[in-house]
């Protein structure tokens, strides 16, 4: 990248700058004009005062020079003849006409100094992420992510502010100042000079003061990159943190830091506003000199007193643009500074060449060997990870590579990624140079699955299909309003030299996988999954997944259909005890009394089970139902019990919140509560006691807690409640509930709560895995299994796959590498996480769905190198030995006591 | 069941027997009911152990799996029970498998419950090594009585 900020600017944004700058000559020809003019208001209004009938002459323009040019005139413009008043409302609405015609010119340079600046702050960002994308893999251990991150958002914004400015600010601003020192100095000789010393002390003397300032800026800018990589590591290492007691640590950590970035801020606004204070003092002596000097001038009969207003009022103008020129030279310094901080963090050794990822045709896939000669990978420190490795890896077998801890077998596929740099040898495929292979060709020819591959925060099908997004297919499918945006999108994208790449495009390359459409993707994904051993896992997914009845009707109606079936399969004696299924007219032992009030899923927050207790609808329509003093009574006895349980348990004991329906702090609340009901009865209850007891009923589920507190007369009325609950519902809760109802989908709850539209019934223990069987059963019947797995394809994965497990991960990334049928399969370790039953099976899996194509798997016992047609055996980075799988296992006795042995 | 009539369950449980009822009542309240049908299974021998299941009533059969293959079955345990300790406070995967023989209602004391009441509970602690005590009685008889037949059956 340019080394230089304004070599930078100019580079690409020469020609707006020559115009916005011509646009800026020629705004300072009206401002001179409106200059002159006040003169000449204050020099009429006192002439023409006593000569209410002259004639004067408007619009007479001409420019004087100043004597030392010639002193000559230049007539513009030989004017009107106009009377008194006439003219003076002529020269005051031209004065006004000048004020408009100077403001036009502002907003038009300040705008499109702004529009060059954000262009120029746009190619910058994507430059340094470009280059991001091209870091070599040890960049990303040196410099911390957050960094990178502050430093594309955050440092290099004032930078876009800065660019608009770099060349026209001074040209603007100078071009001012030096209009109104020339304007004055034509007026006035004296008063030009001292407007001259006085500016001359304001642009020596305070460029010093801000010297410390600046050198203050670039602190304060290092010490919150810090602070931001520091936090990301807090929260990287949180489980570290909690695990260890060392929270004070980073407390202290972190208060240390913002000490010192306190100090840094604080002295830098003392200077500042010392800076500011003493300029405003010269701006303010100015006008007290030319009251003086201009009073004398004008006793001696040199100046007239229109001369002095205007002087003043050219210099009204000065210290303004002079000050903000000051500025600029600083932000100039500091800008730079700024941009070569940044841009040194963006040129590592090593990145990939641009042209190696540039947008291509689909290249002719990949055929043939891979052959290593003497490739040697060095680690930081200079020691050998690969030292000389000479070896084939045919292209259409299975090759193992067995290796023990530090043999150097794990860096061998990053070397095959170009993820290491080679320190010496060469790779080639399929006759090609590995290194100058471009990652289009690479990226689709090989598969590659490391130990942790990344999870990104969307779904799992789009983890899934990740790799198939190399370049648009297809693009994208625009209405004529929407192309025309994309036109000038699109537009605007090349003026900040940013590439044309929509993301609105078919990405999807389903040809790769194999597929025509999304329809057959997703059949192909589904046997991915199953030679992974995922589908199960995804099939839980689907049945925790929501879907929207009104975008999937058809599936919303064919699981209403499943819904029937396991019913009807219900009522077989063997199972009817495990479900107790939703009815209108029936208490739902198995729910809590709030959800049996609801009696329907809640949408968005109103109606959750922790805030209906706090509804006053809800309570309205218990009032009426005469349900008030019974479950105030419910509360009574519920808290009563809570009491006697969990009276001798300490504060903070777990089955506080694990059980206990009060809490630690609540409770001798509720004590005293209970105590002074004990005294006066239930009737002089409280509107306040009342409530807090009622909302203790809210939560309680009769088959669970068994306190036997809601009979056959409570459960009837709360029907009544349920029922009047939901034909009085306002409209501004209509949108919070969906009610349940046995002939249509609840697009509110999960796919299995809609199959099983009902509840388990507590302490059955085998009713979970017996109903989940069912469910199976009910939508294999009706061919909905796959409709499900859909659903649970669209399971958000989560920051970083924090929903999924690390089994789970893994063999994400290992489907991921699958999907793409890449020509060559490289498994570093990508299934360490799983148990050795299942690494085992899925090995065979793969093997097996890959036969006569290239796998080069990395494995650590001679029992898996069985399953390969060939074996490389690497020791201390070499290869100790490569050929057939069986006969190099037949020499060897036990390999896995000759690898231990290493 | 409700809550009062497992606490006078409880009660009658050797294991919660010098258990005053107010922490009886918590126990029930705070442990979960779990009803197996006949033949259903508890927990497979090899399953990671989170939980003890004090038999409230019916009976479970408790087998062994052989190394090679085959099933010796090494106990019946019926009503006032506990099955499944071993797992739980040796932090051992199951040593057995467990199959109730006849429909076997169960309180399931999940670890953390169990060596809460434990240690907030010393009586029961001391009730607990009892039952241990016993079983290892056990075992060592059944080892002497293997012992035994080696030595009668060794030419």
């Known amino acids: 990248?340019?080394?230089?900020?304004?070599?930078?600017?100019?580079?690409?944004?020469?020609?707006?700058?020559?115009?916005?700058?011509?646009?800026?000559?020629?705004?300072?020809?009206?401002?001179?004009?409106?200059?002159?003019?006040?003169?000449?208001?204050?020099?009429?209004?006192?002439?023409?005062?006593?000569?209410?009938?002259?004639?004067?002459?408007?619009?007479?323009?001409?420019?004087?020079?100043?004597?030392?040019?010639?002193?000559?005139?230049?007539?513009?413009?030989?004017?009107?003849?106009?009377?008194?008043?006439?003219?003076?409302?002529?020269?005051?609405?031209?004065?006004?006409?000048?004020?408009?015609?100077?403001?036009?010119?502002?907003?038009?340079i300040n705008t499109a100094k702004g529009r060059l600046g954000e262009r120029m702050l746009r190619r910058l960002r994507f430059d340094l992420f470009d280059r991001v994308l091209r870091f070599p893999q040890a960049q990303f251990r040196k410099v911390k992510q957050a960094e990178i991150a502050t430093m594309i958002k955050d440092e290099v914004e004032p930078l876009g502010g800065f660019i608009g400015d770099a060349f026209?600010?001074?040209?603007?601003?100078?071009?001012?100042?030096?209009?109104?020192?020339?304007?004055?100095?034509?007026?006035?000789?004296?008063?030009?000079?001292?407007a001259i010393v006085i500016l001359a002390v304001q642009a020596i003397v305070i460029p010093k003061l801000r010297k410390k300032i600046l050198r203050l800026g670039r602190q304060r800018q290092l010490t919150a990159r810090a602070l931001a990589g520091r936090i990301a590591e807090v929260a990287d290492g949180s489980v570290e943190i909690h695990s260890h007691d060392t929270s004070n640590y980073e407390r202290a950590d972190i208060v240390d830091r913002l000490g010192r970035i306190y100090n840094i801020r604080f002295d830098l606004y003392q200077r500042k506003f010392a800076v500011k204070g003493l300029n405003n003092f010269l701006a303010q002596v100015t006008p007290f000199t030319f009251y003086l000097l201009g009073g004398l001038l004008a006793f001696a009969g040199k100046v007239d007193l229109g001369i002095i207003v205007a002087v003043i009022n050219a210099y009204k103008d000065l210290p303004g643009p002079v000050k903000e020129l000051i500025d600029w030279d600083q932000q100039r310094q500091d800008v730079q500074i700024k941009y070569e901080q940044v841009v040194e963090q963006f040129e590592p050794e090593g990145m990939v060449p641009q042209d190696l990822q540039a947008v291509g045709e689909r290249p002719a896939p990949l055929e043939g060997d891979i052959v290593l000669s003497g490739v040697v990978v060095a680690d930081e420190n200079g020691v050998k990870l690969l030292d000389g490795v000479g070896l084939t890896l045919p292209g259409n077998e299975q090759t193992a590579i067995l290796a023990g801890p530090g043999s150097g077998a794990d860096v061998l596929p990053l070397a095959l990624m170009r993820l290491v740099p080679l320190a010496a040898g060469s790779i080639s495929v399929a006759g090609k140079d590995l290194a100058t292979l471009p990652e289009a060709v690479t990226g689709r020819s090989i598969g590659y699955a490391g130990t942790d591959a990344y999870i990104f925060p969307v779904s799992v099908r789009d983890n899934l299909i990740y790799g198939l997004k190399h370049a648009p297919v297809a693009p994208a499918d625009y209405d004529q309003a929407g192309r025309r945006e994309r036109e000038l999108t699109e537009r605007e994208a090349l003026r900040a030299g940013n590439p044309l790449l929509d993301i609105h495009a078919q990405w999807i390359d389903y040809e790769a996988a194999g597929a025509k459409d999304l329809a057959e993707l997703d059949l192909r994904i589904v046997e991915t999954l199953r030679l992974l051993e995922l589908e199960d896992d995804v099939y839980q997914f689907g049945l925790r997944g929501v879907i929207d009845p009104a975008k999937q009707a058809e599936l919303a109606s064919r699981l209403v259909e499943a819904r029937r079936s396991l019913h009807s399969r219900l009522a077989e004696p063997a199972l009817r005890s495990l479900v107790e299924p939703f009815d209108a007219e029936r208490y739902i032992a198995n729910m809590s009394v709030a959800e049996n009030l609801l009696f329907g899923a809640p949408v968005g927050p109103d109606l959750q089970p922790e805030r209906i207790a706090a509804n006053p609808y809800l309570h309205k329509v218990l009032?009426?139902?005469?349900?008030?003093?019974?479950?105030?009574?419910?509360?009574?006895?519920?808290?009563?019990?809570?009491?006697?349980?969990?009276?001798?348990l300490p504060p903070g004991h777990p089955f506080f919140e694990q059980f206990s329906?009060?809490?630690?702090?609540?409770?001798?609340?509720?004590?005293?509560?209970?105590?002074?009901?004990?005294?006066?009865?239930?009737?002089?209850?409280?509107?306040?006691?009342?409530?807090?007891?009622?909302?203790?009923?809210?939560?309680?589920?009769?088959?669970?807690?068994?306190?036997?507190?809601?009979?056959?007369?409570?459960?009837?009325?709360?029907?009544?409640?349920?029922?009047?609950?939901?034909?009085?519902?306002?409209?501004?809760?209509?949108?919070?509930?969906?009610?349940?109802?046995?002939?249509?989908?609840?697009?509110?709850?999960?796919?299995?709560?809609?199959?099983?539209?009902?509840?388990?019934?507590?302490?059955?223990?085998?009713?979970?895995?017996?109903?989940?069987?069912?469910?199976?059963?009910?939508?294999?019947?009706?061919?909905?299994?796959?409709?499900?797995?859909?659903?649970?394809?669209?399971?958000?994965?989560?920051?970083?796959?924090?929903?999924?497990?690390?089994?789970?991960?893994?063999?994400?990334?290992?489907?991921?590498?699958?999907?793409?049928?890449?020509?060559?399969?490289?498994?570093?370790?990508?299934?360490?996480?799983?148990?050795?039953?299942?690494?085992?099976?899925?090995?065979?899996?793969?093997?097996?769905?890959?036969?006569?194509?290239?796998?080069?798997?990395?494995?650590?016992?001679?029992?898996?190198?069985?399953?390969?047609?060939?074996?490389?055996?690497?020791?201390?980075?070499?290869?100790?030995?490569?050929?057939?799988?069986?006969?190099?296992?037949?020499?060897?006795?036990?390999?896995?006591?000759?690898?231990?042995?290493? | 069941m409700s809550l009062n009539q497992e606490v006078e369950m409880l009660r009658r449980i050797q294991l919660f027997s010098k258990v005053e009822p107010a922490k009886l009542k918590l126990l029930a309240f705070t442990s979960e009911r779990a009803v197996f049908e006949a033949e259903e299974i508890l927990f497979h021998q090899g399953d990671a152990a989170d939980s003890a299941y004090i038999i409230v009533d019916g009976e479970v059969a408790v087998d062994v799996e052989l190394p090679g293959g085959g099933r010796t079955r090494v106990a019946r345990l019926g009503r006032d029970q506990i099955v499944g300790e071993i797992g739980i406070l040796g932090d051992v995967p199951r040593t057995a498998t467990v199959t109730a023989s006849a429909r076997t209602t169960t309180l399931k004391i999940s670890k953390e419950l169990f060596f809460r009441m434990v240690s907030d509970f010393p009586t029961m602690a001391v009730e607990v090594m009892r039952v241990l005590a016993h079983r290892l009685e056990h075992t060592n008889a059944l080892l002497r009585e293997c012992q035994d037949k080696l030595a009668t059956s060794r030419p």
Not at chain 1, 844 to 859: D, I, S, T, Y
Request: hydrophobic share 50%.
């Open chain 1, 1 to 108: 990248m340019e080394p230089n900020l304004f070599k930078y600017i100019l580079k690409h944004s020469r020609r707006d700058q020559l115009i916005i700058l011509g646009v800026v000559v020629v705004s300072l020809l009206f401002y001179y004009a409106s200059l002159d003019l006040p003169k000449t208001i204050v020099n009429a209004i006192t002439k023409l005062a006593a000569h209410a009938d002259r004639v004067t002459t408007f619009m007479h323009l001409e420019i004087g020079l100043p004597g030392f040019l010639g002193g000559a005139n230049l007539l513009l413009f030989d004017g009107f003849r106009l009377g008194r008043t006439a003219y003076l409302i002529a020269i005051c609405v031209l004065f006004l006409v000048f004020v408009v015609i100077n403001n036009w010119f502002k907003i038009y």
């Open chain 1, 661 to 902: 329906f009060i809490s630690a702090e609540d409770l001798p609340e509720f004590r005293a509560l209970l105590g002074r009901l004990g005294k006066t009865g239930a009737a002089a209850m409280t509107p306040a006691d009342r409530d807090r007891l009622t909302g203790l009923a809210f939560p309680y589920v009769e088959a669970r807690h068994r306190l036997e507190l809601i009979g056959a007369d409570l459960e009837s009325r709360l029907l009544v409640a349920r029922r009047a609950f939901a034909a009085g519902l306002p409209g501004d809760l209509k949108a919070a509930v969906e009610f349940y109802d046995a002939e249509r989908y609840i697009g509110a709850a999960s796919v299995q709560d809609n199959i099983l539209f009902g509840r388990l019934v507590y302490g059955q223990a085998q009713a979970p895995s017996k109903i989940g069987k069912l469910i199976g059963d009910v939508l294999d019947g009706l061919g909905l299994r796959a409709s499900v797995l859909r659903v649970g394809l669209d399971y958000p994965a989560g920051i970083a796959g924090k929903r999924l497990t690390a089994t789970q991960r893994q063999k994400i990334g290992l489907g991921r590498a699958l999907l793409k049928r890449p020509v060559y399969l490289i498994v570093n370790e990508a299934t360490a996480l799983l148990d050795s039953a299942s690494q085992a099976r899925l090995m065979e899996n793969l093997l097996g769905a890959r036969q006569g194509k290239a796998v080069l798997w990395v494995v650590r016992h001679g029992e898996e190198a069985r399953r390969f047609q060939r074996l490389v055996v690497m020791r201390d980075g070499r290869v100790a030995e490569q050929g057939r799988a069986e006969e190099i296992l037949a020499r060897m006795k036990s390999p896995s006591t000759e690898l231990a042995a290493q």
């Open chain 1, 623 to 648: 009032a009426e139902a005469g349900l008030a003093e019974p479950l105030a009574e419910v509360g009574r006895r519920i808290a009563e019990t809570m009491v006697e349980l969990f009276a001798d």
């Open chain 1, 168 to 194: 026209i600010q001074p040209a603007f601003l100078g071009g001012y100042a030096l209009t109104a020192i020339y304007f004055m100095v034509l007026q006035s000789l004296w008063l030009g000079m001292v």
